[in-house]
């Protein structure tokens, strides 16, 4: 019999090496790679096409219950979750070391223990002590949750099948849990992977709630093998910059809802505070107008989130070469929006340093907000302020047109909401919202034009 080969399983990134190396050849991260044991290989004469139970087909048309969901008590956590908790799903969340992960769950398991529901809140991380002193500080000292502090799961599933099933079981974090059936230190990838598919299983038999927090990685992403977000129902991601006041709640993944909807929190002594109007935090102290300030209606999901984008142009007297420092968005794409100013609308943007900032700390994906860039840096190159009372929006192409983007009345009509009466966005007629005057523009020089001739 030949000798089975050695696996190495990178802890960081899941990449298979068949040796073992200081350094991971695909992610780069050194002493990550961890010895995998090996996989039982079955001969010819292992013939899995018999001594099976035979299993039952369904037809499609079959009438299903619709999904029963439950609510946290928490508007903004169930509104990222698409309604709510579903009984048997399974939940991955995944945020920065301090982010307030824990704090979350522990107010959303408090409050459905306060509604009647059975909350088990289990920690591989802190001592029950621990937890106990933060609820305390957070106002939930009351609340009937089942507190333990265990890392085995053989444990913890003892535990949980000698009572009845509860309605939210949490598992902070999946990387201290240990399963005796599987050889390795916790954290390994096979025992992350064996450990999650154990509890996964618990709930998915038991029709259980369970949310798993996992570490991330240096670059965001959740550690440990991408095979864990298959695995579970929903992933869901806690962001933010702990310089701000703010949290944001991101689904990235979700099989019985929309994704991509976010919840908005406030870091507060209390704890976790929802922010049923995130435009107005982030909107704050905009008294006066200044130049090289514009707003942009963000869309996250089905919720459009008012920002202010802040531009500073520099002249530079010397020949140093000028820099370029962005904060909350792409600067490959503000270098594309510069190049397109200069060759398009004639605008001197390589002798003068550019500075651009998303105000409150927030980050921009959204293609259409290379309008309101562009609006900000023209607005700062001429020293003119745009009207206070005004949103910009649009994509912005290579040739300089303002392209369509998705969903502009949502945006529009939260603007005319906030008391925003004047909006410039893509050449379209039937913008029309109550309240709101809407310009359209064909191209980026209708834009300097407008900025230009502005007192």
């Known amino acids: 019999m030949a000798k089975p080969k050695k696996r190495f399983i990178c802890a960081e990134c899941g990449s298979v090496s068949h040796r073992w190396q200081g350094q991971c050849p695909d992610c780069s991260e050194w002493n990550t790679l961890v010895e995998e044991a090996p996989e039982t290989k079955f001969s010819a004469k292992h013939d899995l096409s018999s001594g099976g139970k035979p299993i039952t087909f369904e037809s499609l048309d079959v009438a299903t219950r619709p999904l029963e969901r439950q609510t946290t008590g928490l508007a903004e956590f169930d509104r990222a979750l698409g309604g709510g908790v579903v009984p048997g799903s399974a939940i991955l969340m995944g945020g920065e070391p301090g982010i307030g992960k824990s704090t979350l769950l522990l107010q959303a398991a408090a409050a459905i223990a306060r509604n009647g529901g059975d909350a ?22 009351g609340a009937p949750i089942k507190l333990a502090a265990a890392t085995s799961v053989r444990d913890i599933l003892t535990t949980l099948a000698g009572s009845a099933p509860p309605a939210l079981l949490v598992i902070d974090s999946i990387q201290t849990m240990h399963s005796d059936m599987i050889e390795g230190a916790p954290g390994t990838v096979s025992q992350v992977r064996a450990s999650a598919f154990e509890l996964i299983r618990y709930a998915k038999e038991n029709n259980v709630a369970l949310v798993l927090v996992g570490h991330v990685t240096k670059d965001g992403n959740i550690a440990g093998p991408r095979v864990l977000e298959h695995m579970v129902d929903v992933v869901m991601s806690f962001e933010g ?9 991101r689904a990235l993944k979700n099989r019985f809802g929309a994704v991509d909807e976010i919840g908005v929190f406030a870091m507060e002594g209390q704890g976790l505070a929802e922010v049923s109007n995130p435009s107005m935090l982030f909107l704050s102290g905009r008294e006066a107008p200044v130049a090289g300030s514009s707003v942009f209606p963000a869309l996250e999901g089905t919720r459009p989130v008012l920002v ?73 190159l001429a020293d003119k302020p745009l009207p206070l009372n005004s949103i910009w ?20 009509k939260e603007a005319a909401k906030l008391g925003f009466d004047m909006a410039s966005g893509p050449a379209d007629e039937g913008q029309k919202v109550s309240g709101l005057r809407y310009s359209g523009l064909k191209g980026l020089m209708a834009l300097v034009d407008r900025v230009m001739a502005s007192a």
């Open 241 to 249: 910059e702990r310089s701000h006041q703010y949290r944001i709640l």
């Open 393 to 412: 929006f649009g994509e912005v192409s290579l040739s300089a047109e303002i392209r369509p983007v998705s969903h502009a009345s949502l945006r529009l």
């Open 120 to 141: 088990v809140y289990i920690s591989g991380e802190e001592a029950t002590g621990q937890v106990r002193m933060r609820a305390g500080r957070l106002g939930l000292a």
């Open 308 to 380: 202010e984008i802040q531009a500073l142009i520099v002249r530079l007297q010397s020949g140093a070469t000028p820099r370029r420092s962005v904060v909350g968005w792409e600067s490959s794409r503000l270098a594309m929006l510069l190049a397109v100013l200069e060759s398009r609308c004639g605008l001197n943007f390589s002798s003068a340093e550019v500075y651009l900032n998303v105000a409150g700390g927030y980050r921009l994906s959204d293609p259409a907000a290379d309008l309101a860039v562009a609006a900000a840096l023209v607005s700062a």
